[in-house]
């Protein structure tokens, strides 16, 4: 489907893909269509929802200026798939065995091995960007306790909230695993350190915002390389982390299923996150906020909720949307809402089928709190072809 709304209330239009926005997210995006370098256009995805600063689901193209809450903390987020060679029938009938062996090899929350899980090439290699980074703010080293060793062992570790890892079957009965995971605690801190530098870098003309969450970094001043160099690192340590956990997966399946291979190449996106493109003849930053890139051909992953299918898709290269998507099926109900909404009866009815926790701890991430995905895919069709189909049989969450 087209654009189905249009903003045109600030310095530059926004351009939605669906009639679907919330009051919070409406006033989001027209905040964020005050600021004086946004290039073209704003274009919102359909599974668009309130976010802290800027909008999920918000395509934000900037000349001249980078906006950290606008990147968040989680940046780096993104997806991993890969599918295998196996099929449905050669899973067991009860789920609940691999389960426990994924969780076991993955920490999720908080938690991180308990030794150092990857080759220290790997830990070499991150840590000479990192190091350069401290080097120039080490305060980002005090927001954490044993912040090296924390790093290291949370290569290859879920995380929590949404953050997820799902054993998926296609439309050929053929078996995928799909994961959900970011930048973890290290980017975390990152992002939470240059967002509170950027409102302290404004000083006094932070009053003239319309959110002190939009503080910006302008080309030239103190620190615009430096949380353009440190964003970097911490997409590359998100990309290292889901490599890492996907194949900690993969060893752990074969301990109870038949011989396989990979028979898919590694599906990898980012879906929070900024890289520099060309749009619209001019060479801007794209930072997507709960966006995923869809250039022409280019593969791409658009989970549903827990309980709902996902996509394995192809970008069609819209220009309006910045050659960008979806990156899920998006929120209807915060968290605490959820949990004082739905009880466990309705985790069980509604994840019926997947093998996955069902109790208290995972209701904020009932399907119910989420869009229907099918809507939402059905508003990007001008965005993104299906190439894939895919429902999930297991499910962890961090």
């Known amino acids: 489907m087209p654009i189905k709304t249009i903003i045109t209330k600030g310095k530059v239009p926004v351009k939605i893909y669906t009639d679907d926005v919330e009051a919070e997210a409406y006033q989001q995006l027209l905040n964020m269509a005050q600021m004086p370098f946004i290039h073209s256009h704003i274009a919102v995805m359909p599974d668009v929802h309130c976010g802290k600063g800027a909008t999920v689901g918000s395509v934000i193209p900037t000349v001249g200026a980078i906006i950290p809450a606008a990147v968040g903390v989680d940046i780096g987020c993104g997806m991993n798939a890969l599918r295998l060679s196996i099929k449905a029938h050669d899973l067991p009938d009860n789920l609940r065995g691999l389960r426990l062996l994924i969780e076991a090899a993955i920490p999720v929350g908080f938690n991180q091995h308990k030794h150092d899980p990857v080759k220290q090439s790997t830990v070499?290699?991150?840590?000479?960007?990192?190091?350069?980074?401290?080097?120039?703010?080490?305060?980002?080293?005090?927001?954490?306790?044993?912040?090296?060793?924390?790093?290291?062992?949370?290569?290859?570790?879920?995380g929590g909230g949404n953050h997820f890892i799902e054993l998926c079957l296609d439309e050929n009965d053929d078996v995928w695993v799909m994961l959900h995971s970011g930048s973890r605690g290290i980017g975390n801190v990152i992002g939470e350190y240059f967002i509170n530098l950027a409102k302290k870098d404004m000083g006094q003309h932070i009053v003239n915002l319309p959110d002190k969450d939009l503080a910006y970094f302008k080309d030239g001043a103190r620190h615009y390389d430096d949380y353009l160099e440190a964003v970097a690192w911490a997409q590359d340590y998100a990309m290292v982390n889901r490599r890492e956990m996907m194949n900690l997966i993969c060893d752990a399946l074969k301990k109870k299923l038949p011989k396989f291979g990979i028979t898919k190449e590694a599906i990898h996106c980012h879906h929070n996150y900024v890289a520099r493109e060309q749009h619209f003849d001019a060479s801007v930053w794209v930072t997507r906020k709960g966006a995923i890139s869809a250039q022409e051909g280019e593969l791409g992953i658009i989970p549903g909720s827990m309980g709902a299918k996902s996509y394995i898709v192809r970008g069609l290269g819209n220009p309006m949307s910045f050659c960008s998507s979806s990156h899920g099926a998006g929120r209807v109900m915060s968290r605490g809402k959820a949990k004082r909404h739905f009880t466990i009866d309705d985790m069980e009815s509604q994840t019926h089928g997947v093998e996955c926790r069902k109790d208290s701890g995972v209701i904020d991430e009932i399907p119910g709190a989420y869009k229907d995905i099918d809507i939402v895919m059905e508003h990007q069709s001008d965005l993104v072809e299906v190439v894939h189909t895919l429902k999930q049989v297991l499910c962890i969450k961090g």
């Open 124 to 158: 070499t290699g991150l840590s000479v960007g990192l190091h350069k980074i401290l080097g120039k703010h080490p305060k980002i080293n005090t927001m954490q306790k044993k912040p090296y060793q924390t790093w290291v062992r949370q290569l290859g570790t879920l």
